[in-house]
């Protein structure tokens, strides 16, 4: 599917990105509760599909909504990871 068409198929305007805002809660349950590792892989999944809807939204002209949403998502999934698999290696 084209960049064209999604921005212009999307139900929601062009100013939401609500990848990048999924993507930050995660990142930000994924630090307190992280018991599978898979609340970190979605949050690095979902802020990097915000990344992506980001930047095809500046490519067409619109603002770049959500960028600093979806990177503070990912650092935050990627540290919740790392602090929880350091935990559980300390239990085992």
């Given at each position: 599917?084209?960049?064209?068409?999604?921005?212009?198929?999307?139900?929601?305007?062009p100013a939401?990105?609500?990848?990048?805002?999924?993507?930050l809660?995660?990142?930000?349950?994924?630090?307190?509760?992280?018991?599978?590792?898979?609340?970190?892989l979605?949050?690095?999944?979902?802020?990097?599909?915000?990344?992506?809807?980001?930047?095809?939204?500046?490519?067409?002209?619109?603002?770049?909504?959500?960028?600093?949403?979806?990177?503070?998502?990912?650092?935050?999934?990627?540290?919740?990871?790392?602090l929880?698999?350091?935990?559980?290696?300390?239990?085992?």
């Amino acid at each position: 599917m084209p960049a064209d068409s999604y921005l212009a198929s999307a139900s929601e305007s062009p100013a939401a990105n609500r990848p990048a805002t999924i993507g930050l809660v995660l990142g930000l349950v994924c630090l307190v509760v992280n018991p599978v590792l898979l609340g970190g892989l979605a949050g690095a999944v979902a802020s990097c599909i915000g990344l992506n809807r980001a930047n095809l939204m500046g490519q067409h002209g619109y603002s770049a909504v959500g960028r600093a949403k979806a990177w503070s998502g990912l650092g935050l999934a990627l540290v919740g990871t790392v602090l929880s698999l350091l935990l559980k290696h300390g239990l085992f």
